[in-house]
């Protein structure tokens, strides 16, 4: 995963 995603619980790193 590791994508870039603001309010996204599914991915392995959670940008915000």
């Avoid at 995963?1 to 915000?16: F, K, W």
Wanted: hydrophobic share 40%; charged share 20%; proline share 0%.
């Amino acid at each position: 995963a590791s994508q870039m995603n603001g309010r996204n619980l599914t991915v392995d790193y959670i940008i915000e």
